[in-house]
T-cell receptor
C-alpha cells in the first residue's frame, strides 16, 4: 500500500519557535509538495520539489523554508512560528509522467501556534 | 477574481439523485482538470481527471469540461450517503502549478 507519512498528526508550538514538519513517501516519487489548508481559502501551495536538493516557491512561501536531502523525504520548516501559521499542513507526492498526474496526500498535521 | 471558483455549499441531495458540482477557472490556457474528494478530517483523494472537452465517465462519476466557457463539472449519479464529502476542483494552468478551489460540501441524505 502506497504511503505518504507525516510525522505528527497534531502539533502545538509557541510563537517564535522553529518548527519542523516531516514528510516521507515510499513510492519513489520525484515530486513532493507542501500545502496548507484553511477554511474558506482551500489548499494553497507553499513549496514544492521536483528532485533531490531542488526546491521551488509556491504561492505562499513567506515564513517557510524546505529541505529535500533525500528523494523520499521533504521537510517544511517554520523559521519562527507565528499565530497566522496555525493551519492544517498537507504533504503530497506524485510521479512525473503519471497519466493522471495523481497527488498522493499524507494524513496532515494540524499545527497550532500559541 | 479567484483562479478556481467553487460554490462552498452545502449542496444537499436525496439518496439516489444526481449531484452536480461546478467549478470555473480564470486561466484560459489551463490544460488539466481534476476532482478530489475529501472526507471530513481526512486528506484529499483523486477521483477524476479530464483533459479534453466533453464528458468522461467512470462508474457513477462523470466529469464534464467546457474550455470555451472555462468550467468543469462533476456529476455523481445515484448519490449515496457515503458520497457526502467536500469536493475539490483543481486546475493546472500555464505555470504548471496545480490550483485548488475552496471546495463544495456535498450532503446526501437518506
Amino acid at each position: 500500500d502506497v504511503k505518504v507519512t507525516q510525522s505528527s498528526r497534531y502539533l502545538v508550538k509557541r510563537t517564535g519557535e522553529k518548527v519542523f514538519l516531516e514528510c516521507v513517501q515510499d513510492m519513489d516519487h520525484e515530486n513532493m509538495f507542501w500545502y496548507r489548508q484553511d477554511p474558506g481559502l482551500g489548499l494553497r501551495l507553499i513549496y514544492f520539489s521536483y528532485d533531490v536538493k531542488m526546491k521551488e516557491k509556491g504561492d505562499i512561501p513567506e515564513g517557510y523554508s524546505v529541505s529535500r536531502e533525500k528523494k523520499e523525504r521533504f521537510s517544511l520548516i517554520l523559521e519562527s512560528a507565528s499565530t497566522n501559521q496555525t493551519s492544517m499542513y498537507l504533504c503530497a507526492s506524485s510521479w512525473t509522467g503519471g497519466e493522471d498526474e495523481k497527488l498522493f496526500f499524507g494524513s496532515g498535521t494540524q499545527l497550532s501556534v500559541l | 477574481q479567484k483562479e478556481v471558483e467553487q460554490n462552498s455549499g452545502p449542496l444537499s441531495v436525496p439518496e439516489g439523485a444526481i449531484a452536480s458540482l461546478n467549478c470555473t477557472y480564470s486561466d484560459r490556457g489551463s490544460q488539466s482538470f481534476f476532482w478530489y474528494r475529501q472526507y471530513s478530517g481526512k486528506s484529499p483523494e483523486l477521483i477524476m481527471f479530464i483533459y479534453s472537452n466533453g464528458d468522461k465517465e467512470d462508474g457513477r462519476f462523470t466529469a464534464q469540461l467546457n474550455k470555451a466557457s472555462q468550467y468543469v463539472s462533476l456529476l455523481i449519479r445515484d448519490s449515496q450517503p457515503s458520497d457526502s464529502a467536500t469536493y475539490l476542483c483543481a486546475v493546472r494552468g500555464n505555470t504548471d502549478k496545480l490550483i485548488f478551489g475552496t471546495g463544495t460540501r456535498l450532503q446526501v441524505f437518506p
